[in-house]
């Protein structure tokens, strides 16, 4: 396994909830600024919201008021907490260190995660 690790996704109707985890096997984690990313099929990945350190966070317009981020610097673990899901949140779901306040941040924990798959279906 990588230092990435994510799980928690799954299938859920539209307007369902799901949280899904991500596991950093690093201590670098409590000091990164992280996030989450998320591509569909076709598409780019983009990042759907940060989280510093001290816990201040922030949201793509896409999911501002349903998604919350949130970490546990004392278990090295980032959460991703998703409510009124929607059919176009399907994507598998990465977590990484924030693209925009860390230089390397594609490479700080080595690679990419697997992701976990989230899929919002009737």
């Known amino acids: 396994q990588g230092q990435l690790v994510e799980s928690g996704g799954g299938l859920v109707q539209p307007g369902g909830s799901l949280r899904i985890s991500c596991v950093v096997s690093v201590s670098i984690f409590s000091i990164t600024p992280m996030a989450w990313y998320r591509q569909a099929p076709g598409k780019q990945r983009e990042q759907v919201a940060g989280?510093?350190?001290?816990?201040?966070?922030n949201y793509a317009a896409a999911v501002k008021g349903r998604f919350t981020i949130s970490r546990d610097n004392t278990h090295n673990t980032l959460y991703l907490q998703m409510n009124n899901l929607k059919p176009e949140d399907t994507a598998v779901y990465y977590c990484?260190?924030?693209?925009?306040?860390?230089?390397?941040?594609?490479?700080?924990?080595?690679?990419w995660g697997q992701g976990t798959q989230v899929t919002v279906s009737s």
């Open positions: 990484n260190a924030d693209r925009r306040l860390v230089i390397d941040y594609e490479t700080i924990f080595g690679s």
């Open positions: 989280i510093i350190p001290s816990g201040a966070s």
